[in-house]
T-cell receptor
Framework: AQKVTQAQTEISVVEKEDVTLDCVYE???????LFWYKQPPSGELVFLIR??????QNEISGRYSWNFQKSTSSFNFTITASQVVDSAVYFC??????????FGDGTTLTVKP | DTAVSQTPKYLVTQMGNDKSIKCEQN?????MYWYKQDSKKFLKIMFS???????INETVPNRFSPKSPDKAHLNLHINSLELGDSAVYFC????????????FGAGTRLSVL
């Protein structure tokens, strides 16, 4: 069975602080995919990144970076120099080859001015 | 053009009624999903169809019946609505070629009174 744990339910930071959102996953599959999604207050789900299980390269996209470590089954997400617009619920998700996705419970990030 | 569109955006109805939510994707994807997001923001997969065939059917009451007339459409029909069905329902689609990257619709907020 697949499981995704986002231990941080809520995080509050002040603008310009760096913040890391943790994600730990469990799966018995050797091929799987990891995702991060952002859900702003408007409610839509916005895709941020996808990683497959064979690609442990970390990625940076602007102020966003992701650290994938198979050894610890973690796929953490860091926002550098946070902004108020980063305030949202962030979901980590794990998908198997059949397309079944399991989502973490989400981390609500509040960035205060 | 919206990639995954679902209608209606809001649905308010009385207990006991039957209602449908429609979903269409114009991405040429072969797999479509329905997810439910409850009031605590937890996201759970309900159904998945691949090329009009049901491949994932989570533990969902049989009052919920998905219908896929073709691979671009996946509608959700709900019979005898109950208060606990109130949630946001997201339609989504993906294709294997893109490593299971999932595109979500904007969501349908269902309120059962």
């Amino acid at each position: 069975a697949q499981k995704v744990t986002q231990a941080q339910t809520e995080i509050s930071v002040v603008e310009k602080e760096d913040v890391t959102l943790d994600c730990v996953y469990e799966t018995r599959d050797t091929t799987y995919y990891l995702f991060w999604y952002k859900q702003p207050p408007s409610g839509e789900l916005v895709f941020l990144i996808r990683r497959n299980s064979f690609d442990e390269q970390n990625e940076i996209s602007g102020r966003y970076s992701w650290n994938f470590q198979k050894s610890t089954s973690s796929f953490n997400f860091t926002i550098t120099a946070s902004q108020v617009v980063d305030s949202a619920v962030y979901f980590c998700a794990l998908s198997d080859n059949a397309g079944k996705s399991t989502f973490g419970d989400g981390t609500t990030l509040t960035v205060k001015p | 053009d919206t990639a995954v569109s679902q209608t209606p955006k809001y649905l308010v109805t009385q207990m006991g009624n039957d209602k449908s939510i429609k979903c269409e994707q114009n991405l040429g994807h072969d797999t479509m999903y329905w997810y439910k997001q409850d009031s605590k923001k937890f996201l759970k997969i309900m159904f998945s169809y691949n090329n009009k065939e049901l491949i994932i059917n989570e533990t969902v009451p049989n009052r919920f019946s998905p219908k896929s007339p073709d691979k671009a459409h996946l509608n959700l029909h709900i019979n005898s609505l109950e208060l606990g069905d109130s949630a946001v329902y997201f339609c989504a689609s993906s294709t294997r070629d893109r490593g299971q990257m999932v595109f979500f619709g904007a969501g349908t907020r269902l309120s059962v009174l």
